[in-house]
Nanobody
């Protein structure tokens, strides 16, 4: 059974930075595609960023391009999300997701990920 644990959320002022971390366990020897999604009380869970198993390719939502950076430790199922110039609209619960394979041919759909963490809260005030 795969278990994902996120950390690094918090309360910050607009313009500040945070780094989220996620570690997946339970798939020894298998490097998975990993991603970050977020959700607040008013919206459905939305895609933020994804990274391939090799770490060679990253994908971002338009709303975070140029501000957020996803990265991973080589050969491990540990992924980070560096968030710079945070805005109040970035306030949400952030979820780490992972999967050995995609299911829809994209990187940004929730159905492409089989395993999910419990989430870490990010609150940005102006």
């Amino acid at each position: 059974q795969v278990h994902l644990v996120e950390s690094g959320g918090g309360l910050v002022q607009a313009g500040d930075s945070l780094r989220l971390s996620c570690a997946a366990s339970g798939r020894a020897g298998v490097t998975m595609r990993m991603a970050w999604f977020r959700q607040d009380l008013t919206k459905a869970r939305e895609f933020v960023a994804a990274i391939t198993w090799s770490g060679d390719n990253m994908y971002y939502a338009d709303s975070v391009k140029g501000r957020f950076t996803i990265s991973r430790e080589n050969g491990k199922n540990i992924v980070y999300l560096r968030m710079n110039n945070l805005k109040p609209e970035d306030t949400a619960d952030y979820y780490c997701a992972a999967s050995e394979f995609g299911h829809s041919g994209t990187w940004s759909s929730t159905i492409d990920y089989d395993y999910w963490g419990q989430g870490t809260q990010v609150t940005v005030y102006s």
